[in-house]
């Protein structure tokens, strides 16, 4: 649907953690008025209904994604769509109910549950600052195909974790630097660094609001179905350890991670 230059204009003044939202809800503003453009019109409609019924707006829980799935070069591939599974689990838990419940008040955006899952390194969908951040992976490793000594790999690595001094010992890739971004397996023409285990860096308890913290990165690439266990337990600790609607950083902060030492022995 087309946008009016003010109303576009209005919309991207709107904070970039709720834009994608907003949007939507505006189009559908426009789409049940019969419009045919945005104009300002649905979006103060919308603006006002969203001030005076926040909490029925809310479903207790939102997850967002990047722009990977529409065509990013960057997009790493874990074989697994997520988000509907993602989608079915947090509706599960009735977020909503239970944060009426701990808030003991009306429902604000920052009470929802938050999850975003970024489709590579880059992080565009700002995973580190949510509830939860997944950012898809792809751990490289070297093959036997000799290498061409081209150095692409080594051009290719924005984070310098590949040195390759000699040819005939191929790089060498440095865990402690590699943000497992892919890139290097798909710039080797020789195929000597391929793809090895696929799937997602697990950040938890990032948050913005009056005392703004980064979520605490878990050790290890974990497999889509062992994400989906993370995940699952990360919700059952929220539930069990919220006080008052709390976010899930602040809970982390007070009990630490004991709570997922069996999955990370998994996934060792």
Not at 200 to 218: N, S
């Amino acid at each position: 649907m087309e946008w009016e230059r003010d109303a576009e204009e209005a919309v991207a003044r709107v904070p970039f953690f709720v834009r994608r939202r907003v949007r939507k809800k505006v189009e559908e503003e426009a789409a049940k008025a019969g419009a045919s453009r945005v104009s300002m019109v649905q979006v103060r409609a919308c603006q006002q209904r969203f001030m005076q019924n926040q909490e029925t707006e809310l479903k207790g829980y939102q997850i967002e994604t990047c722009f990977g799935p529409g065509g990013c070069e960057k997009r790493i591939d874990t074989g697994t769509d997520l988000v509907p599974q993602l989608e079915t689990l947090l509706a599960g838990h009735n977020l909503k109910e239970f944060m009426k419940g701990k808030v003991g008040g009306p429902l604000k955006m920052h009470h929802e549950f938050r999850l975003t899952l970024a489709d590579c390194a880059n992080c565009c969908s700002r995973p580190q600052i949510v509830d939860i951040g997944l950012i898809a992976a792809a751990l490289p490793q070297t093959s036997e195909a000799p290498c061409s000594g081209c150095g692409a790999c080594q051009e290719t690595c924005p984070d310098n974790a590949i040195t390759l001094s000699d040819q005939a010992a191929g790089p060498h890739i440095d865990p402690a630097h590699c943000l497992a971004c892919g890139q290097c397996a798909r710039a080797c023409p020789a195929g000597t660094i391929i793809n090895g285990k696929r799937g997602f860096r697990i950040l938890l308890g990032g948050k913005l609001g009056r005392h703004p913290q980064l979520g605490r990165e878990l050790a290890g690439i974990f497999s889509p179905g062992e994400t989906m266990a993370v995940v699952e337990e990360c919700l059952r600790h929220f539930k069990a350890e919220n006080r008052k609607g709390e976010r899930f950083g602040e809970i982390l902060n007070r009990t630490g991670l004991a709570f997922l030492a069996g999955h990370l022995q998994e996934t060792a």
